[in-house]
């Protein structure tokens, strides 16, 4: 048992909060509860400088982007050894969020109650292990040992019954949705960063917004197509994410030959900080990964960026899947049958009109408040950590 002096709740993560939100939003809810939360992870690639409150320390052991296979190896180690120091400090539990990182608590829990709140689908594939030997082991021996967690959560049903499933355990793991925290104070105004990335004729507009990767995957190109053939005057539609690429380049090439350039702003990777303004300051989040038939983890999404959106009072643009019909029914967002061109510029024209009901945001608020937020959704990893001190 964990000594009851001791209030930190250890976090491990291999991605940096700033790319897994909610591993942000968790240890805020716990601040909250009165832990100090100490968060072990690596690097994060594009510096975020976001004021997540007190009692909440972040380290890092290093870079672990674009490492060679014996480098990973070794900051892994370092890593582990970190961890290890922290655990002997006697924190009242340890949160996983990966399969690396959950192997690694049960290396160093010893008596701390380990939860595993598996964000990321962590399968293994045979056909894969050559292309990502590291990982694929660590999700196999993940799968192997998820009976020897205190608690397992995922971020979707679809996820929780598929783990049970994968791993041969006789319990269905909870489902914690990838919401956001909600500040108990009013959140900063972002009006002077918002005003610094986009023209003045843009600020006037109706504004969708997709924040994430740009890839054919994440359906970007069927995006701007059908922004630019719906040709709404009244609105603009901002993206992020953007690289030089062959598919950014021939999104940029459909822009400019649009005749909608001056309303279409493609942003680089941006800060955390830059990102949240832009979502602060938007009127519909877009998320339109697409579903693969052969493809299991394609048919599970449980995307960060819509628990960011409707926490700023996004109005949603989507696809009809599982994940997302609740949604719908709900009247906050508009989803595509499919994610083609036609179909995603109809649910467009549907959320342009439904944006200029006055209400919807009070909607929006009032399923934030009562469901969608992490202080409601992280509820089983509060209260089992409550009950074991």
């Not at 976001?50 to 972040?58: E, K």
């Not at 829990?109 to 990502?132: G, K, N």
């Not at 002077?192 to 994430?212: D, E, F, H, S, W």
Request: hydrophobic fraction near 40%; proline fraction near 5%.
């Amino acid at each position: 048992m964990a000594d009851i002096q001791n209030k930190t709740v250890l976090l491990l993560t291999l991605v940096h909060p700033d790319f897994l939100p909610p591993v942000y939003a968790i240890a805020q809810v716990l601040r909250d509860e009165g832990y100090k939360i100490h968060i072990l992870t690596f690097d994060s690639y594009v510096t975020a400088d976001i004021d997540i409150g007190s009692n909440i320390v972040i380290e890092s052991a290093g870079g672990h982007h674009n490492l060679g296979l014996m480098q990973r190896l070794s900051i892994r180690r370092k890593y582990t050894t970190r961890a290890r120091e922290l655990a002997r400090e006697r924190p009242v539990a340890i949160i996983s969020f990966c399969a690396f990182t959950y192997l690694c608590g049960l290396g160093i829990r010893q008596q701390t109650p380990l939860i595993y709140h598996a964000i990321e689908v962590a399968d293994f594939l045979w056909s894969s292990l050559m292309r990502s030997p590291l990982s694929q082991i660590n999700n196999l021996l993940a799968i192997k040992k998820i009976h020897k967690a205190s608690l397992v959560a995922t971020p979707s049903v679809q996820r929780s019954a598929w783990l049970a499933g994968r791993s041969g355990v006789s319990f269905m793991p909870h489902t914690i949705l990838n919401a956001a925290y909600i500040p108990n104070t009013p959140a900063t105004d972002s009006t002077a960063t918002y005003n610094t990335l986009v023209p003045a004729a843009v600020r006037q507009k109706k504004v969708i917004l997709y924040t994430g990767a740009v890839n054919n995957h994440l359906c970007i190109k069927e995006l701007v197509q059908s922004f630019c053939t719906l040709n709404e005057p009244g609105s603009a539609l901002l993206l992020t994410g953007f690289k030089d690429n062959s598919y950014c380049n021939e999104i940029k090439a459909i822009v400019g030959g649009s005749g909608c350039a001056e309303r279409v702003i493609m942003f680089p990777y941006i800060t955390r900080t830059e990102m949240l303004a832009l979502q602060a300051n938007a009127d519909i989040g877009v998320c339109l990964a697409r579903e693969y038939d052969d493809n299991l983890e394609s048919k599970m999404m449980a995307p960060n960026k819509v628990g960011e959106y409707l926490a700023k009072g996004l109005y949603l643009l989507s696809v009809d899947t599982e994940y997302m019909k609740p949604f719908g029914m709900k009247g906050i967002a508009s989803l595509a049958v499919t994610p083609t061109v036609p179909h995603i510029m109809k649910a467009m024209k549907d959320a342009l009109q439904s944006v200029n009901d006055i209400t919807y945001k009070e909607k929006i608020n009032k399923f934030v408040t009562d469901f969608y937020s992490m202080q409601q959704q992280a509820k089983p990893i509060v209260d089992f950590v409550k009950k074991i001190q």
